[in-house]
Nanobody
Framework: QVQLVESGGGLVQAGGSLRLSCAIS????????IGWFRQAPGKEREGVSC????????YYTDSVKGRFTISRDNAENTVYLQMSSLKPEDTAVYYC???????????????????WGQGTQVTVSS
């Protein structure tokens, strides 16, 4: 069974940056999509970004476009989420997930498609 371990979360001031990592084991990046999601207290889990290594396609939700960048290291089976210009509203638990799907908005809405990591907390102070 695939294992996903997130790291890199923490406390940062507004305007700062963080890079999240998702180490994926028992799995080979191929015709799958890796996604980043987040869940703030009292809110539903939302898709933030995804990447499909087989064709390099990526997707970003509107609220993070131009601020977040998703990338992957196939040799290390690791996916990254570089987050810049962070805002207090970015505060959430961030989850890495993998799905046998395309990478796009519809796929990020279907939470049942995904296998999940344990999450990492990101807190942005104002």
């Amino acid at each position: 069974q695939v294992q996903l371990v997130e790291s890199g979360g923490g406390l940062v001031q507004a305007g700062g940056s963080l890079r999240l990592s998702c180490a994926i084991s028992r799995f080979t990046l191929g015709y799958y999509t890796i996604g980043w999601f987040r869940q703030a207290p009292g809110k539903e889990r939302e898709g933030v970004s995804c990447i499909r290594p087989s064709d390099g396609s990526t997707y970003y939700t509107d609220s993070v476009k131009g601020r977040f960048t998703i990338s992957r290291d196939n040799a290390e089976n690791t996916v990254y989420l570089q987050m810049s210009s962070l805002k207090p509203e970015d505060t959430a638990v961030y989850y890495c997930a993998v799905a046998h799907s395309q990478c796009g908005h519809p796929e990020l809405l279907l939470l049942r498609l995904w296998d999940w990591g344990q999450g990492t907390q990101v807190t942005v102070s104002s």
